[in-house]
């Protein structure tokens, strides 16, 4: 009996360990679901820094133009090296702010598709509880009404029962009439007996 309820306790001990392990790592997909989210939301509606290094370096391209001659072949070329080193930023970013609008768009619809479900759902069960309470509503009230079948068949046992306990009556009345020396000195045995305890 002991063994058995040690191995009840460690069996119960086990499976609340095994729930507070997936609760918490639900908690853990929420949270990091809701990170994500604003991590994209950041994302999104931040402006990239490399467009403001474009800006700074678009200016420098522009007076770099007006006095191309000032400037050699390899300052010329580690300038086009920068542009294209800034641009790559700039589509780097450009891109991850797609990605985080797209990622955003798709959870959108996603929870967009579980509301309408849920909704169905509700609307679903709304019915289905206003069908049951229409149910139950008809079920009380076909209960609560007296049936004529069944009013007769309550009066005609009342009646059988009424005439059996009549006959029964009679018969036991009979019964002691012609007996009555045997009832007396029964009476006459017991109540002695029961006075004298």
């Given at each position: 009996?002991?063994?058995?309820?040690?191995?009840?306790?460690?069996?119960l001990l086990?499976l609340?360990?095994?729930?507070?392990i997936?609760?918490c790592?639900?908690a853990e997909l929420?949270?990091?679901?809701?990170?994500?989210?604003?991590a994209?939301l950041?994302?999104?509606?931040?402006?990239?820094i490399?467009?403001?290094?474009?800006q700074e370096?678009?200016?420098?391209?522009?007076?770099?133009?007006k006095?191309?001659?000032?400037?050699s072949l390899?300052?010329?070329?580690?300038?086009?090296?920068?542009?294209?080193?800034?641009l790559?930023?700039v589509?780097?970013?450009i891109?991850a702010q797609q990605?985080?609008?797209?990622n955003?768009s798709?959870r959108l619809?996603q929870d967009?598709?579980?509301?309408?479900k849920?909704?169905e759902?509700?609307?679903?069960?709304?019915?289905?509880?206003?069908n049951?309470?229409?149910?139950?509503?008809?079920m009380?009230?076909?209960a609560?009404?007296?049936?004529?079948?069944?009013?007769?068949g309550?009066?005609?046992w009342?009646f059988?029962l009424?005439i059996m306990?009549?006959?029964f009556?009679?018969v036991?009345?009979l019964f002691f009439?012609?007996k009555p020396k045997?009832?007396?000195?029964f009476m006459k045995?017991v109540?002695?007996?029961h006075?004298?305890?």
């Open positions: 009996m002991v063994v058995i309820e040690k191995r009840f306790k460690f069996l086990f609340a360990m095994l729930m507070v997936i609760l790592k639900q929420m949270f990091g679901k809701e990170n994500q989210d604003q994209d950041i994302m999104l509606v931040r402006t990239p490399s467009i403001g290094l474009l370096h678009l200016k420098e391209l522009q007076n770099m133009t006095e191309i001659d000032a400037y390899s300052e010329i070329k580690v300038n086009f090296e920068k542009t294209t080193r800034i790559e930023m589509d780097a970013e891109t990605k985080s609008w797209f955003l798709q619809k967009a598709g579980e509301f309408k849920l909704k759902n509700l609307d679903a069960v709304q019915v289905l509880t206003s049951e309470l229409e149910r139950i509503n008809a009380i009230e076909d609560s009404k007296p049936r004529l079948l069944d009013l007769i309550s009066s005609v009342a059988i009424g306990s009549s006959v009556a009679t036991v009345i009439k012609e045997i009832i007396v000195n045995r109540l002695p007996s006075s004298a305890n």
